[in-house]
Structures are given as structure tokens and as C-alpha cells.
């Protein structure tokens, strides 16, 4: 059996990114907190996608070095491309985390889409400090 290995060729986003801007705004945001020496939890999702790519480049034009704990098995394959460690909640603890919504109302409760690995989204913001 042949496999198709484009995907890991190039992660790309499998659909249209809405709210591209305003993303992209948020993950240079969070990619300036990055620190040398981070262990991050990465959510899932558009926003995390477009961060991680923010996170790389900090990473790569200020030389650090940081290890992810990714939350998706679509974010751990961009992390592996973008040069980005990885490690586990069994073997490193999360500095910090980030993650996005897909909706927010008024007494910030957050509407979570794609709800596959939301359970590691829990269980890295409850690990880290």
C-alpha cells in the first residue's frame, strides 16, 4: 500500500480559516509571550494552527528553545514541520497554554467546536501553571 504523504509534506488547513485576520492578530499575541526554555500547551483548531506557525517563526529568528504539548494529532504533525519538540503530559508540564473558541458571550462562556480533543485541551490547561 502506497500512502499519501503529502500532508506531512506541508500541513496546510483543511478548509477556509474565518476570521483569518483577527486570528492571525491574536496568535502574534500569544507567540510574543513565548519565552526560551516554555513548555506550551497548544489547543486545537484554526486559531492554534495559525499560532503555532507564529510560535515557530519567534522560535526560529530568536534561536529558542521550547517543547509543545500539543492537543490534536493535526497540531503535533505542524509542530514536527515547523521544527517545533514535542513531549507529553506523562513526560513534561505546561508552562502555560493557549487555545481558541469558536463563540464567546457575555458572562465568558466559551462555545467549543470540533470537540475531538477537547478532552487534552482540559487536561492541559488543569496541568499547566
Known sequence: MEWNREILQKPMWKE???NRE????IAQR???????GDVI???SGSTSYLTAIE???KVQSENLHITAIPTSYEIKMLCTYLGIPTATLEEKKPDW????ADEVDHDNWLIKGRGAAMFNEKLNIKASN
Open 22 to 25: 483577527a486570528k492571525e492578530q
Open 41 to 43: 500547551g497548544f489547543g
Open 30 to 36: 500569544i507567540a510574543e509571550k513565548v519565552q526560551d
Open 97 to 100: 497554554c493557549f487555545d481558541g
Open 16 to 18: 477556509e480559516i474565518k
Open 55 to 57: 510560535i515557530a517563526k
